[in-house]
């Protein structure tokens, strides 16, 4: 018992520290994913990718949940500002599925978000287009906070828009705009009021309207500065050097406010490069100075962007080999596991296989047993009925003739009557034994018929008046075992003999009646009952102890006679 015990306080501190160190590695995980996002928005895309790298390697990568929805997306904006569009593409699929795994329309739309993004840049426009309204016919009216910066119904609108822009559809372009700007404004979205602004500028330089352009622009590069946004900010520099393309001196200015504030700021690679792409449309063929510089500059950053590129590439093979051994580790267990269950499945079949040929034999024995005791009951029954039987019957032939030849002789008439007495008991206590071990008159209503004879045969020839029913029903079929009817049948002779020789009753009656596998027995008769003088013996303690082994109950009532009332469970 003590053991027990131990063995469930031991389960029941390794159930606590296992949840523990769940809890410790699930915190680390969401640490190291927040610190990712944060570098991100930093623009610090190497520190964000380590960092990245860092929470994949704590989570299960076999493992579906919101975390894994989560660094799939970011992973996938990590790869889309260093323009491996190919991987961020990968990537936002990845969180897709994990998100329709886990039913969740939040993440789904966010995944279809960042796929439909490095779609734009891989100018695959109809499948981007795609990707954009699944996202809006996913996103939920009421989205909930959760752990990662999600998408906003503005930003799928504005990237319908900017889709729109590039296959020359402006109209279509400046609804979805509208519709973003309008939620941005409404939510007070801190990058998507810029966003949108400057997409308003975009549409309006293609359609040729530099006024509009400039104005929004202009109003972009103010609300990215108040946002701390100055990506958006130095992209709109370049787009105001396209408005002025006739200006030198403002195309200077909007130059040179650009070069400022990369100085100052950090901003990633690509929207640096794009700047300079900008301004090198500017310049190209005018200023041969500044063009060889913003030719240099370029260089520069594609250099930048691809080690940049070379690093996430080695993480990414790095992860893949990573991945691949654990993919190998698993297989590996599992096959092992495989063959432990295989094992341990032909050590059970070999066991079942032995049990049942064991039980097979002790059945097989046990039967050959039963059979040998059956013929051995048989041959006793055979032998008391045969032998016994006969050599009763002859003492009773005799001590009839004593009797007749010593009717004149008191003293050896009386020896005669107890000599013929005795053996008549003795041949009916044989009788019944040997009934009872016959196993072909083993129902209920085989008792009942051989208590009936038996009991018409002990009243024959006395004053007493037997009365006998019986109300067996389907139960009469019921089978009994020997012992059962030999101690029922000696309890109720007891009963029959203290009516006829104790009693001095003129009528017995017995009702036999059975029903839902309960039989009872009432008798009666009306006679002066049990009293002192006529008790008999230790009849009544052997009634009772026979029913009682039996599992039975036995009820005495003293009332206009003598009643007697037992019930058995069949």
């Known amino acids: 018992m003590k053991s027990f015990f131990a063995c469930l306080l031991s389960l029941f501190f390794l159930s606590l520290w296992s949840q523990k160190t769940n809890h410790t590695q699930q915190q680390k995980i969401k640490e190291a994913f927040l610190k990712a996002e944060l570098f991100l928005e930093k623009d610090e895309m190497d520190v964000a990718q380590k960092w990245l790298n860092h929470s994949q390697d704590l989570i299960d990568f076999q493992a579906t949940d919101t975390m894994t929805c989560y660094i799939s997306s970011l992973q996938s904006e990590v790869f889309y500002y260093t323009g491996l569009y190919e991987f961020g593409k990968s990537q936002a699929q990845k969180s897709i599925d994990a998100a329709r795994k886990i039913n969740d329309p939040l993440l789904m739309a966010d995944g279809y978000f960042f796929r439909a993004i490095n779609q734009i840049e891989l100018k695959e426009y109809t499948r981007a287009e ?4 699944l996202a809006k016919n996913n996103y939920p009216n009421q989205p ?5 910066t999600i998408i906003k119904p503005d930003h799928i609108a504005n990237n319908l828009a900017q889709v729109k822009l590039k296959i020359h559809q402006s109209d279509s372009a400046l609804y979805y705009n509208q519709k973003a700007y309008l939620y941005a404004q409404k939510t007070n979205s801190r990058r998507g009021i810029p966003n949108c602004e400057q997409t308003f500028g975009e549409i309006y330089l293609h359609q040729n309207k530099p006024d509009s352009a400039r104005y929004y622009f202009s109003k972009s590069i103010a609300s990215a500065r108040n946002s701390a946004y100055f990506d958006i900010e130095l992209i709109g520099y370049g787009f105001l050097m396209q408005c002025n393309a006739e200006s030198a001196m403002t195309d200077d200015y909007y130059y040179q406010l650009g070069l400022q504030l990369m100085q100052t700021k950090t901003i990633n690679l690509a929207f640096r490069r794009l700047f300079f792409e900008k301004a090198l449309l500017v310049y190209k063929g005018h200023q041969p100075e500044k063009e060889n510089y913003i030719l ?3 260089i520069r950053l ?16 790095k992860d893949y080999i990573k991945n691949e051994r ?5 297989e590996v267990q599992r096959l092992k596991k495989e063959k432990d269950i295989v094992l341990f499945q032909l050590l059970m079949a070999i066991f079942f296989v032995l049990a049942l040929i064991l039980i097979v034999v002790i059945i097989r024995r046990r039967n050959k047993v039963n059979l040998t005791l059956l013929h051995q009951k048989n041959e006793i029954s055979k032998d008391l009925h045969d032998d016994i039987g006969s050599g009763l019957s002859s003492i009773l032939i005799h001590s009839d003739l004593l009797q007749k030849q010593t009717a004149h002789e008191p003293n050896l008439k009386l020896l005669s009557e107890k000599i013929n007495q005795t053996a008549s008991d003795i041949s009916q206590r044989v009788s019944t034994f040997v009934w009872s071990l016959n196993e072909q008159q083993n129902t209920l209503g085989n008792f009942t018929d ?7 045969n002990w009243f024959e020839g006395t004053e007493v008046d037997f009365d006998f029913q019986q109300q067996l029903g389907a139960l009469a079929d019921h089978k009994i075992d020997g012992k059962t009817r030999k101690n029922l049948f000696l309890a109720l002779k007891e009963i029959l003999n203290n009516s006829l020789k104790h009693a001095q009753c003129s009528h017995v009656e017995v009702v036999f009646s059975a029903q ?9 008769d009306n006679g002066k009952g049990i009293t002192r003088e006529n008790q008999f013996g230790n009849g009544l303690q052997n009634i009772q102890n026979r029913i009682e082994d039996l599992g039975g109950k036995v009820t005495y009532v003293q009332r206009s006679g003598f009643q007697v009332s037992i019930e058995l469970l069949l």
């Open 130 to 133: 795609h990707s954009l309204h």
């Open 144 to 148: 909930r906070k959760v752990l990662k």
């Open 326 to 330: 654990k993919i190998l580790s698993l």
């Open 450 to 456: 051989y208590f009936v004879q038996f009991a018409e």
């Open 302 to 317: 594609n250099q930048q962007t691809s080690d940049l590129n070379n690093y996430f590439l080695q993480s990414i093979t």
């Open 296 to 298: 240099n500059q370029i």
């Open 516 to 524: 839902r596998n309960k039989l009872s027995i009432a008798i009666s």
